[in-house]
């Protein structure tokens, strides 16, 4: 099956600074990794996915990559606030049998002001 | 529009004691899952059920067992709590199994003693 490793584990970082946490995956077939935030007491939401046929995508101060033939995608934000700390999860869905998608274990991401 | 509605917030249950931790969604989905997240665990999935009237294990199923009584419907019964499955729970939903985002519940506390 799919395994995802998330790095790091937590990320501390100054406001206005950039924040970049990375995962990497086992299965080639997988085609689809979407990124969800968490804060703290809250449900997960999605917050950007990116889809195998692209190597790049922004939204405002976030941005997927994804580098298929390493195997590896990495979320990064910049201009960091406050209201970014979260914890973030990275997640890989193959294409084939089951289409579950494997989460990494999160990444607790500090901002402070 | 609720999204994915589930019930109870939070659980205290003693050893041994059973339970049904209720879910629906209202966006008309045809995947619905149920996952546990344990701190630096991330989210493990416990069953999902790709369409009304399928249902199958995901990563940690032992302990559990789900219903999906329509396509609104997915609920996860503990017949035996363990205190290793004191955890909370996340219900989630998405239109297509895997390859499209996932709406989550608000979640479930359950401490059990």
Known sequence: GENVEQHPSTLSVQEGDSA?????????????FPWYKQELGKRP?????????????????????????????????TE??????AVYFCAATPSGGSYIPTFGRGTSLIVHP | ??????TPK???????????????QDMNHNSMYWYRQDPGMGLR????????????KGEVPNGYNVSRLNKR?????????????????????SERQGREKLFFGSGTQLSVL
Not at chain 1, 53 to 65: F, W, Y
């Open chain 1, 80 to 85: 960091t606030q406050p209201e970014d700390s």
């Open chain 1, 20 to 32: 970049v946490i990375k995962c990497t995956y086992s299965d080639s077939a997988s085609n689809y």
């Open chain 2, 73 to 93: 419907e997915f609920s996860l019964r503990l017949e035996s709590a363990a205190p290793s499955q004191t955890s909370v729970y996340f219900c989630a939903s």
């Open chain 2, 1 to 6: 529009n609720a999204g994915v509605t589930q």
């Open chain 2, 45 to 56: 999935l416990i069953y999902y059920s790709a369409s009304e009237g399928t249902t199958d």
């Open chain 1, 45 to 77: 939401q999605l917050i950007i996915d990116i889809r195998s046929n692209v190597g790049e995508k922004k939204d405002q101060r976030i941005a997927v990559t994804l580098n298929k033939t390493a195997k590896h995608f990495s979320l990064h934000i």
């Open chain 2, 10 to 24: 939070f659980q205290v249950l003693k050893t041994g004691q059973s339970m049904t931790l209720q879910c629906a």
